[in-house]
C-alpha cells in the first residue's frame, strides 16, 4: 500500500518532467484529475460488483488513470475529459482484475501473477489510443507555434491528422514488438527447462547450510537439566 501511494504521489512528476515550459502544468493538472478519477471508479466497481474493497484493485487499479492520460496528458485542455479518460481507465483495469485474469488463465492459461495487462496492457492501449485522438485534434485547442512545440514534425510540415496516424502506427508497432517477444520469450523458458514445482527456490538455486551455535539463556539451559544435574539432550 505504501508503494501504491508513492506511485501516486509521484505519477505527475513522471509524466510532466520532459514537458515543455508551457505544458508542464497543464500535464500535472491532467495527471491528477485522470488519477483521482481513476481511483474513485476503481473502488466503486468492487464495492458494486462485491460489495467491498478488494485490496488487489485498490492496490492497481486506482493507478490507471495515470496509464491512461499519459500520452495526451499535454495535450487535453478540458478538465471533463480528462476526468473521464480517468474513470474509464480505473473501470477498465478493476474489471481485469475482477474478471478477466481468471477468465484468461482458464482459456489461454495466461498466469498473470502482477496485473500488468490489467494496469498497463489495457489502459496502455487505451491511453495510445486517446494521445492519437487528442494529436489529431489539437488544431481545435492549440496555436500553430503551440503544436509546433510539442510535435517537432509539424514544423516541417506535418498536418495534425497526419500526426494522429502516426502515433496509431506507432501503437501498433509497439503492440507488435511486446507480442512476439513475449512469444519468443515464453517459449524458451517454458521449453529451456521443465519445473516442477512452481514458486520453489530449490529447483533454481543450490541450497547452502551453515552451522550457526545457539546462544541460551542460562535459566533455559538450567531448566533443561535432569534431576541427577545431567543435561538433557535438545532435539533440533
Known sequence: MVGTVFLWMFWPSFHGALAGPSQQQRVIVNTVLAISASCVTACGTSRLFLHKLDMEVVLNATLAGGVAIGSASDLVVNALFTTLI???????????FLYLSSFLQEKINLHDTCG???????????????????ASLSGNAYSEAAQIETFAAMGDGRTAQQQGMYQVAALGITL???????????????????????????????????????????????SRKGHDGDDIHELD
Open 176 to 222: 507488435g514488438i511486446a507480442i512476439i517477444s513475449g512469444i519468443l520469450s515464453g517459449f524458451l523458458v517454458s521449453n529451456c527447462c521443465v519445473v516442477e514445482n512452481f514458486f520453489d527456490d530449490e529447483e533454481h538455486f543450490r541450497d547452502v547450510e551453515f552451522d550457526v551455535p545457539l546462544e541460551e539463556d542460562e535459566n533455559i539451559r538450567k
Open 116 to 134: 500488468v495487462h490489467n494496469l498497463h496492457g489495457m489502459p496502455g492501449v487505451m491511453g495510445g489510443l486517446v494521445g492519437a485522438l487528442s
Open 86 to 96: 480517468g474513470s474509464a481507465a480505473g473501470i477498465l483495469s478493476a474489471l481485469g
